[in-house]
Structures are given as C-alpha cells and as structure tokens.
C-alpha cells in the first residue's frame, strides 16, 4: 500500500511539474526580435532616454486648428521592448506616444489620459512599422484597431524622423501622403 501511495505521488509530482512547464516557458519568453532597421531605430530613440527637448509647430495644413503652448518631449521610458516619450503642449500633458516591440514588429501608439490617468476614449491608436524604415525614420499607416477608433482619413499615417546628425526630431501626420502636421524638437537643446 505504501508503494502505491508512493507511485501515486510521483506521478501527481510530474503531472504537476508537466502542468507548470508551458506556462513558465510562456512566461520566461524572450521578446521576438525586430528587424534589424527597426532595432536600430529604437536604439536611437533611447540614446534619448532622460532628457527633455523643446520642439515647436513647423507645419499646419490650411484649416486645421493650430496647439496652442510650449511643446516638449520627454524620453522617459526605455526598456529592449519599449520606449515611451511623453509630449506637452503648455500645461496639457495627455499625451504619450509609445514605441513598442509587439511580437517582432514595431509598433506606434498614441496613449491619451485625462489628468486623473485614466484613458480617453480616443486613445491608444497608431500603426505597425510599414517595414520601410531607416535607423532614423518610420512610417506608421493607420492598423485596424485605429480605423474602427478613428472616423474618416482612412490613408492616416504617421512618420517619426531623427536626422542622421540627431539633431532634430520630427513628427507628422499624413493624410493619403499629405503632411497634415508636424512638430519639430530640437535635440541639441536637452532643457
């Protein structure tokens, strides 16, 4: 009878054990890993990682509603999978744009929350890296989960360029590959 009880518990040990094995692999799962263009692009933006730097409006297209305030940028968060920077305009801080490795492919979203942190309807929207991009620009069309949130300009885009020297960051909106707005930040000028 003791054999059993024995043979009974080693095998509930292993069932268990065998139980555990697919979620801690799961959960001990690396990152898969992004392009190599991708990659460096993220490199580049947490070379940023603790600073802050001004930016301004450098371009509106006619009929839109222009921001009013000071713009900053603010690298604050930079992990191998993710790097999220928080934009200002004067004393509005609801927005953040996140950079995030998702199963290999980079993804941009726009995180909005009221002052309270929780979210904004219209947030977390963005797009997949077209597979087009440098070390120093990618391009973001408009995923699913954005065109079900955002209503009309079906050709929504938005492009993020460092050039080569990291002087400068940019950010645009396109509409069917029409620059719609951009606001530009000055990165030899950390505040």
Known sequence: MYKHFLLLMIAAFFIASCG???REAAEEAETAELPQQE???MDNLASLCGQSFPGEEAYLAEGRDS???????????????????????GEDQSRTWMFINEDGRLRF???HRYPDGTPEENTMYGGYSDGQGTAFEQHFPKD?????????????????VMDEAMTTFSY?????????FQADFD?????
């Not at 603010?74 to 999978?81: I, K, N, P, R, Y």
């Not at 645009?172 to 719609?180: A, N, P, Q, S, T």
């Not at 990165?187 to 505040?191: F, I, K």
């Open 67 to 89: 921001w009013d305030g000071d713009y900053v940028m603010h690298v604050t968060l930079c992990e191998e999978d993710r790097v999220h920077i928080p934009f200002h305009v």
């Open 20 to 22: 555990q094995a697919p």
């Open 39 to 41: 990659r460096a692009f």
């Open 109 to 111: 979203r726009h995180d």
């Open 187 to 191: 990165l030899t000028n950390p505040l």
């Open 144 to 160: 699913e989960y954005s065109r079900e949130l955002l209503d009309g300009h079906y050709g929504r885009e938005w492009r993020v």
């Open 172 to 180: 645009r909106l396109l509409y069917d590959g029409e620059i719609v």
